[in-house]
């Protein structure tokens, strides 16, 4: 079992900035590739980031690429989301979650987070 808990939301101005923090512990955090999905208000739950296991990969939906960056830190059980110039569209629930799946999606998520609220102000 891996527990995962976010942190480091909020409420932002359009074009500010926020990093996510996604605490794991349970089990070894080391061999799940993590990810971050989000859910706007009305609409299904999407994909942000993703990050391999090792760290060396990471995928991003067209719509935060170039303004997200997803990054972890394994000796502190610990994945983050720098989410930067961020926009109203960007208001939503974010959730983490880790799979031991190496396809990232909403079917092979093994563990999901409680969410953390972001809302961009415009």
């Known amino acids: 079992q891996v527990q995962l808990v976010e942190s480091g939301g909020g409420l932002v101005q359009a074009g500010g900035s926020l990093r996510l923090s996604c605490a794991a512990s349970g089990r070894t955090f080391s061999g799940y590739a993590m990810a971050w999905f989000r859910q706007a208000p009305g609409k299904e739950r999407e994909f942000a980031a993703a990050?391999?296991?090792?760290?060396?990969?990471?995928r991003y939906a067209d719509s935060v690429k170039g303004r997200f960056t997803i990054s972890r830190d394994s000796a502190k059980n610990t994945v983050y989301l720098q989410m930067n110039s961020l926009k109203p569209e960007d208001t939503a629930v974010y959730y983490c979650a880790a799979t031991r799946n190496s396809r990232v999606a909403l079917t092979t998520i093994d563990y999901w987070g409680q969410g953390t609220q972001v809302s961009v102000s415009s």
């Open positions: 990050i391999s296991w090792s760290g060396g990969t990471t």
